[in-house]
């Protein structure tokens, strides 16, 4: 139930990282032109793009988590996986779980600068021309980052178990590359 409604969140979330890429596509693209053809861009869009790639990082990183897509080199835990399940299964069990301190880490650090751009009105950009606040950006990394911490801690609770009853390991799967 609980990683069901995380999938389902990742994929809104993803979803919403797509649409991201589109408008900033979209608004690179107009100042473009504007710079081109009119002499005149388009004020703020490179604080935009700035603030926007890491969104879109945070908003997109839970999915491909959930996916099991994030990069990695996993020719040595398939090696190791045909002499020694339990091992291979330890090692994912202890990435799962250097995933989950990382994140929590991160959420943790990045939390104080959500509430102080929220009290104190924090924002990107020149004021009188184009501004942004930073709150919604510290907030997609301390809400990513807490989901994230979440879908490693039951990935790690399944580690575990596939390490005390190897019946119920799931086997390493290699990466898929998308082209």
Known sequence: MVTRL??????????????????LSGLM??????RGVFSHPLNGVN??????????????????????????????????QK???????????????????????LANAVWPLLADAWREGEFIGV????TFPTWPLDAIVVFSSFLLVLHFAIKVIADVRGIV???????????????
């Open 127 to 130: 004021e009188g021309i184009a």
């Open 83 to 105: 002499r020694a399940p339990r091992a291979a299964q330890a090692l994912e069990a202890l990435f799962d779980l250097g995933g989950a301190v990382l994140f929590a880490i």
């Open 6 to 23: 995380l999938s389902w969140i990742a994929l809104v979330l993803n979803a919403a990282g797509t649409v991201l890429i589109l408008i």
């Open 29 to 34: 693209n107009a100042d473009i032109i504007g």
């Open 47 to 80: 604080e935009f793009a700035s603030m926007a790639i890491v969104a879109i990082v945070f908003l997109q990183i839970t999915d491909a988590t959930a996916a099991n897509r994030l990069t990695r080199s996993d020719m040595v835990l398939l090696m190791i």
């Open 165 to 179: 009853r190897p019946a119920a390991a799931v086997a390493v799967q290699p990466q898929e590359h998308a082209v």
